[in-house]
């Protein structure tokens, strides 16, 4: 199982969480106290954080989110034969239901980037693999600045052309 389809407790088992205090807006109770949430992955190493929020409990489901990106983005598995379940249950007559917020998304993408990676990144042959279409494939990382910019750079050291 990959690392972002962990349920959050799991997660967070595996994670070493700092707290710091940050400057920025939010007066004094910014200042004053250890809102700031940094987690590191330990079996991956991956970090994320998050300091934006007054609370720090927001910031720590923040910072969740963030390092389920970031796992999916940046630690790769080998791909299964076919699509996952969770993959079937989202994709309907090669379209592709998933909203950028949800809990959902960074494991589609990490789903999606071990097929891309075992086709060499040839988008149409990673989609066919995942019974979606090209385009359901490509929006799946559009959606995401951060998952679009690291399709682009794995597709570019394997020396394919830019998408449009």
């Not at 980037?113 to 359901?136: C, M, N, P, W």
């Given at each position: 199982m990959?690392?972002?389809a962990?349920d959050?407790a799991?997660?967070?088992?595996?994670?070493?969480?700092t707290r710091?205090r940050?400057s920025?807006?939010?007066g004094?109770?910014r200042?004053?106290?250890?809102?700031?949430?940094?987690?590191?992955?330990r079996p991956t190493?991956?970090?994320?954080?998050?300091?934006?929020?007054?609370?720090?409990v927001?910031?720590?489901?923040?910072?969740?989110?963030?390092?389920r990106?970031?796992?999916a983005?940046e630690?790769r598995?080998?791909a299964?034969?076919?699509?996952s379940?969770?993959?079937r249950s989202?994709a309907?007559?090669?379209?592709?239901a998933?909203?950028?917020?949800?809990?959902?998304y960074?494991?589609?993408?990490a789903?999606?980037?071990?097929?891309?990676q075992?086709?060499?990144?040839?988008?149409a042959?990673?989609?066919?693999?995942?019974g979606?279409?090209?385009?359901?494939?490509?929006?799946?990382?559009?959606r995401?600045?951060l998952?679009?910019?690291?399709?682009?750079?794995?597709?570019?050291?394997?020396?394919?052309?830019?998408?449009?």
């Amino acid at each position: 199982m990959h690392p972002a389809a962990l349920d959050d407790a799991t997660l967070l088992d595996d994670c070493d969480e700092t707290r710091t205090r940050r400057s920025g807006p939010g007066g004094q109770h910014r200042n004053k106290v250890e809102t700031a949430v940094v987690l590191r992955h330990r079996p991956t190493g991956i970090t994320a954080e998050a300091s934006e929020r007054r609370s720090q409990v927001e910031n720590r489901a923040v910072a969740v989110q963030r390092l389920r990106l970031r796992l999916a983005l940046e630690h790769r598995e080998t791909a299964g034969d076919g699509p996952s379940s969770l993959w079937r249950s989202r994709a309907a007559d090669g379209r592709l239901a998933i909203a950028i917020g949800h809990h959902d998304y960074p494991t589609l993408v990490a789903e999606a980037l071990d097929h891309l990676q075992a086709t060499g990144f040839r988008t149409a042959a990673a989609a066919a693999a995942l019974g979606v279409t090209t385009t359901q494939l490509i929006g799946l990382f559009r959606r995401s600045a951060l998952a679009w910019t690291a399709l682009t750079s794995a597709r570019a050291t394997a020396g394919l052309p830019r998408l449009a």
